[in-house]
């Protein structure tokens, strides 16, 4: 007999709930409303079926899909089993699609209707679509589902185990895959539960995508509470009078939106929306305008706004800055979580004065096991017991954190990680082009967006239309260029390396494209 019950496994969370709340709605998906009960036996099908093909403990099973409750069952099934679920970003090219699928071993696929091409050009060697019928060169989602057997799946699952394999943008033009057990979420879980105040009366949505770890980390404290996750289905683009509908009807109480959507759902007309039952507004993923905040808490009087800051790798939230300081510290993200042991370093990993700028590390249960396949990566970012996360920060005089800057110069776009060597690298593929360098520039709609500065080969032309279309080409459409600026050299310093401070100080505006 497993012995899972005694430990943190996700898997856990659903039958638990199941026999607690039998009646209790667990989560509406559209037109989808499941009660724990519902939802646990289907997640128990679809984990024998799986079983049943070959999936089994470590095994890596991607999924890509949009929002659903399919996408829900999908991970809990592989909780179930003890194997790892391996987010795919749908908003990614054919290209970098297979990368993540070669990288992760992943042995199946579970896909969405709208990514059929993708899935049958990708080498997996089993493909599930996710519905109701499915093409020749896949498995049915439902039928597997009615074929199942309804029991609880018998492994032995320890919570050190690996849960989920979460790509990022990479720093050398390639994802990393961070790999997160079953403990590292579930105290993370537990770590929302005790700083926002949920129970099981909570009704939660979001804006962000399952495969991001924002949206996963999002849904878990409620699955683990006993409370209601509310979400709607469909495609990339957000929709804020939809929202604003799902939030007045299912009395949502938490929710999560990056500073963009929040921006929509501020331009709105919320007159004729129930709003009552909001209790808590939280915003994270990028940096919010003071403007926006100041906005929020005079649309909100009353709900508490909170700040939520991390990484995937730190499964992800480490710090919240909490609605009674949302105004008073605009521009912190506050404190570390109660299972985050945090420390602000310089270059040699020696602690900094107060008030002094150094890198955040980060120590606890929610840091990562590794990344995978990458012993190198993992050693560096581990060095000395810390996990180093790249974020420039200063603490004030009342222990209050603010990020300063991003020490490997990560652009977040709308809420997504953009890494300047990635974009680099697909330009730099062009043939017209002699080498480039990509900073973050402010945008009035994505707070940051991706300005390439070329220089260009002799005798060659390229439009900044021409850069665009490239990159279009070669990766996901918001990793683009929002605007390109041509020159004769890069700034260097006497080591040959490229002055991205000097870059953004010639170039840090929109106006000379």
């Known amino acids: 007999m497993s012995a899972s019950w005694r430990r943190l496994v996700l898997g856990e969370m659903l039958p638990r709930n199941a026999r607690r709340f039998s009646s209790k709605v667990a989560l509406v998906s559209g037109n989808v409303r499941l009660t724990y009960v519902q939802l646990n036996e289907r997640v128990n099908r679809l984990a024998a079926s799986l079983r049943g093909l070959g999936v089994a403990k470590g095994s890596k099973v991607a999924v890509m899909a949009y929002n659903s409750h399919r996408l829900v069952e999908a991970y809990f099934a592989c909780n179930k089993l003890g194997a790892v679920v391996v987010p795919v970003n749908y908003r990614m090219v054919a290209a970098e699609v297979q990368y993540v699928l070669t990288h992760s071993d992943a042995e199946v696929l579970l896909y969405g209707e709208h990514f059929a091409d993708l899935a049958r050009d990708a080498a997996v060697a089993t493909r599930i679509a996710m519905g109701e019928a499915a093409p020749a060169f896949a498995l049915c989602y439902e039928t597997l589902i009615a074929e199942g057997a309804s029991a609880e799946p018998d492994v032995d699952i320890d919570d050190d185990d690996d849960a989920f394999l979460m790509y990022t943008s990479g720093t050398t033009g390639f994802p990393k895959g961070a790999v997160l057990t079953h403990k590292n979420l579930w105290v993370n879980t537990a770590n929302w539960i005790m700083e926002i105040g949920i129970n099981?009366?909570?009704?939660?949505?979001?804006?962000?995508?399952?495969?991001?770890?924002?949206?996963?980390?999002g849904v878990l404290p409620f699955f683990y509470i006993g409370g209601t996750v509310a979400f709607e289905t469909g495609g990339t683009s957000f929709d804020p009078v939809r929202t604003l509908q799902l939030m007045s009807a299912e009395k949502v109480t938490h929710c999560n939106f990056v500073p963009t959507m929040w921006q929509q759902i501020l331009d709105q007309d919320r007159s004729a929306y129930d709003l009552s039952s909001m209790r808590l507004a939280m915003w994270g993923a990028s940096m919010a305008p003071l403007r926006l905040l100041e906005d929020m808490c005079r649309a909100f009087p009353g709900i508490e706004i909170v700040n939520a800051f991390g990484q995937t790798e730190?499964?992800?939230?480490?710090?919240?800055?909490?609605?009674?300081d949302a105004v008073r510290k605009m521009g912190s993200v506050g404190h570390p979580l109660v299972n985050v042991e945090v420390r602000i370093v310089d270059d040699h990993d020696r602690d900094v004065a107060p008030g002094e700028v150094g890198e955040i590390v980060y120590r606890g249960p929610t840091v990562l096991k590794e990344y995978y396949k990458d012993p190198?990566?993992?050693?560096?970012?581990?060095?000395?017991?810390?996990?180093?996360?790249?974020?420039?920060?200063?603490?004030d005089e009342e222990g209050y954190l603010y990020v300063v800057d991003r020490k490997k110069d990560m652009i977040i776009s709308g809420?997504?990680?953009?890494?300047?060597?990635?974009?680099?690298?697909?330009?730099?593929?062009?043939?017209?082009?002699?080498?480039?360098?990509?900073?973050?520039?402010?945008?009035?709609?994505?707070?940051?967006?991706?300005?390439?500065?070329v220089v260009l080969r002799e005798g060659f032309t390229l439009t900044r239309e021409a850069v665009i279309e490239h990159c279009r080409r070669q990766m996901a459409s918001y990793k683009k260029p929002s605007y390109v600026a041509f020159v004769r050299e890069l700034p260097r310093n006497a080591a040959g390396k490229v002055l991205r401070r000097e870059l953004r100080r010639l170039h840090g505006g929109a106006d000379d494209q």
């Open 415 to 453: 809420g997504e990680n953009i890494y300047p060597a990635e974009v680099e690298r697909a330009i730099g593929m062009h043939p017209a082009v002699r080498e480039v360098a990509v900073i973050g520039v402010p945008d009035p709609r994505w707070v940051e967006t991706p300005k390439a500065v």
């Open 314 to 324: 730190m499964s992800s939230n480490t710090t919240f800055l909490r609605g009674k």
């Open 200 to 217: 099981s009366d909570s009704v939660w949505t979001a804006g962000l995508p399952l495969f991001h770890i924002g949206g996963l980390n």
């Open 376 to 395: 190198a990566a993992t050693a560096e970012a581990l060095r000395g017991g810390w996990f180093h996360s790249g974020d420039l920060v200063r603490e």
